[in-house]
């Protein structure tokens, strides 16, 4: 099963500490990672940033909510406890423990006020907007305006020229490392222009090893018999490896016949080349930059 929302994660969670005994987050992940039946994929699941798994940032923000709405109490670094009122909201809400309970105890939206976060207007808000933390929120914001940008990179791709086309795919190399200087590699992308082969290009610096290229900017899907010549023209130059780049998709019998052959050929699609001018800041600029951050638990220890 996927990881639960942090809401339908807060009364296992509070289940698990109603022991009365001391407990470390890590120890709750585990725990609870067993009880609900989560599968080592699902409790390795990573937050688009790769920086924190989805199970640990999810209970972090129920254990957050737990300590606003005093259900649980620290009692040393990284260590907590359920306090009195947490028993009593486990005896009296057996089946669900949300957002909408927690509105309903003392001193909570005073807290949440404090930490300047915006409480939902009802109970149903609170299910409907605050299934995903805060942290999942803004990297899904972010997801869909990076979805956005590519779609209209892609537009633009295919509204050019193919000249600017081919320097497109010239910057992009060179930001990945391939080619040597910029000037190296544009002289040696559109160089061949013959037998199915649009350019060769160095794989390192040093030019231990050659990549041959083929760039279109189509519309059409790019299907299997393109891939066959293209196959076809690195044997003729004895080439090992290739690169097929189009503005285009490329069809399932394309993408089954380049994984089986002997050559190594990679396919990249209009999506992933935008994708990848993204990564590498080819055609874009950055318009604002956000930081994250989260509390320093070894500047609080004041036993250190």
């Known amino acids: ?148 940008l590519a779609d209209e990179l892609l537009v633009r791709l295919k509204a050019s020229s193919p000249s600017f086309f081919e320097r497109v795919v010239v910057e992009l190399l060179v930001r990945m490392g391939y080619g040597g200087s910029r000037r190296d590699a544009g002289e040696a992308i559109g160089k061949s222009g013959d037998e199915g082969i649009d350019g060769i290009i160095k794989e390192d610096r040093l030019g231990l090893d050659t990549i041959y290229l083929q760039a279109k900017r189509w519309e059409n899907t790019v299907g299997r018999p393109e891939i066959q010549k293209f196959a076809g023209a690195l044997q003729g130059f004895r080439a090992r490896k290739g690169i097929f780049i189009t503005t285009a998709d490329f069809s399932g019998e394309a993408r089954e016949y380049a994984g089986r052959i002997d050559s190594k050929i990679v396919l990249i699609d209009g999506r992933q080349l935008c994708s990848l001018m993204l990564d590498f800041g080819i055609g874009v600029s950055t318009v604002a930059t956000y930081e994250v951050k989260k509390v320093d638990n070894d500047y609080f220890d004041e036993g250190a």
């Not at 994929?41 to 920086?51: I, K, N, Q």
């Not at 972090?60 to 947490?86: C, N, P, Q, Y």
């Not at 509105?103 to 409480?119: I, L, M, T, W």
């Open 1 to 148: 099963m996927a990881v639960p929302d942090f809401q339908s994660l807060m009364r296992p969670l509070l289940e698990y500490i109603g022991d009365g005994r001391e407990h470390t987050m890590m120890e709750c992940k585990q725990a609870l990672a067993e009880r609900l039946g989560l599968s080592k994929e699902d409790t390795d699941e990573l937050l688009p940033s790769g920086r924190q798994t989805v199970l640990l940032n999810r209970l972090h923000w129920a254990k957050s909510h737990f300590r606003m709405a005093g259900l649980l109490e620290s009692t040393g670094r990284g260590v907590f406890r359920i306090t009195d009122r947490g028993r009593t909201v486990l005896k009296t809400h057996p089946n669900r423990v949300d957002l909408r309970i927690l509105r309903q105890q003392p001193g909570y939206e005073e807290a949440r006020a404090s930490k300047k976060e915006k409480a939902p207007a009802s109970a149903e808000d609170a299910d409907r907007d605050l299934a995903l933390t805060p942290e999942e929120t803004i990297e899904e914001a972010h997801q869909k305006l990076r979805t956005s």
